[in-house]
């Protein structure tokens, strides 16, 4: 490689690197950025601690220990190469060096794992929720039900192509309904699955969880800012994996009061429980709540924006 290719190829580099600050700049929030190099931005106090340990503590950690060996392959490759040492020294083993390459390496361990279990605790220290959300796993979409809501299961299918570009939405991250969420409140995700192993991942709020068939695992965040926000199953799941993103949509308090009036069962009129001629039964089952699928799939009496 004669020094103007490698003139180049660094002028390259570097365009990369400036292209790459470029994209991180424009971030799209909730959804991976083409070209971005860094994590997705944060939005809850989880994913900001776990931004913070990767970019204070292991980053600075990696990079010193990937130039440290760069640098001993260097003096390696200059110091002890055939034309440099003729002739090899025949001794091995050295006790101190092999304590120091023991101890400094469980030195650095014990160091991430101060910061590692103060993570992790955080993420099992979960406030009092004020929602609580079940995540079911299918082959392959999801379910989100709101017990306390009565809000039977709704399923979410992952988008079309044609109907993702229709609607300007990302392809293979946008679904066709939402987990709808209230901003600034502490949800309480039960992770669950009906088939298979599935896994829960929504980059922007720092959560991630396996949703096995059998077991509720938990998880919880606290949304920063509305948005909609994606995730994908992470757990290979079957040949359609990778078609079952998750929406998330972050709406202020009282959007999210009127989407759940919008789902919640209506309850059944008293007159028309309490008459007691068989010619009532039709008004009441008229007025009889609508199965959660069969409403979902009646796009007209979804509010604007809230699906
Ligand atoms: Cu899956």
Not at 86 to 113: C, M, Q, R
Not at 155 to 170: C, G, H, I, Q, R
Not at 175 to 191: C, E, I
Not at 250 to 270: G, R, Y
Request: neutral net charge.
């Amino acid at each position: 490689m004669n020094l103007r290719m490698r003139a180049a190829g660094l002028a390259a580099m570097l365009a990369g690197a400036a292209f790459s600050a470029q994209a991180y700049a424009a971030d799209l929030i909730g959804q991976p950025t083409p070209g971005g190099i860094d994590l997705q931005p944060a939005n809850s106090a989880l994913a900001h601690s776990a931004h913070g340990f990767h970019n204070a503590i292991l980053l600075p950690i990696i990079t010193v220990i990937s130039l440290f060996v760069l640098g001993l392959l260097i003096f390696v490759i200059v110091r002890f190469n055939s034309k440099a040492n003729p002739v090899p020294a025949k001794f091995s083993h050295n006790t101190l060096l092999e304590i120091v390459w023991t101890l400094v390496p469980v030195g650095i361990l014990l160091f991430i794992a101060i910061f590692s279990f103060k993570l992790l605790f955080a993420y099992h220290d979960m406030p009092k929720p004020d929602l609580t959300v079940k995540v079911n796993g299918y082959q392959w979409y999801w379910g989100y039900a709101y017990p306390d809501q009565k809000i039977d299961e709704i399923t979410s299918v992952m988008l079309s192509e044609t109907d993702a570009k229709k609607e300007n939405l990302p392809y293979r991250l946008a679904a066709d309904t939402s987990m709808v969420v209230p901003v600034g409140k502490t949800v309480r995700v039960l992770v669950t699955g009906q088939d298979v192993i599935h896994a829960f991942f929504v980059p922007a709020f720092g959560v991630m969880t396996s949703a096995i068939p059998g077991r509720v695992n938990e998880i919880w965040f606290k949304a920063e800012k509305t948005g909609t926000f994606y995730g994908q199953c992470t757990q290979l799941c079957g040949s359609d994996h990778a078609f079952m993103p998750i929406q998330v949509k972050v709406v202020t308090q009282p959007e999210f009061d009127a989407w759940v009036a919008s789902k919640a069962p209506k309850p059944v009129p008293v007159a028309a429980v309490a008459a007691p001629a068989p010619a009532a039964a039709a008004p009441a089952a008229a007025t009889a709540p609508v199965p959660q699928k069969i409403a979902q799939l009646d796009t007209a009496s979804k509010p604007v924006g809230l699906n």
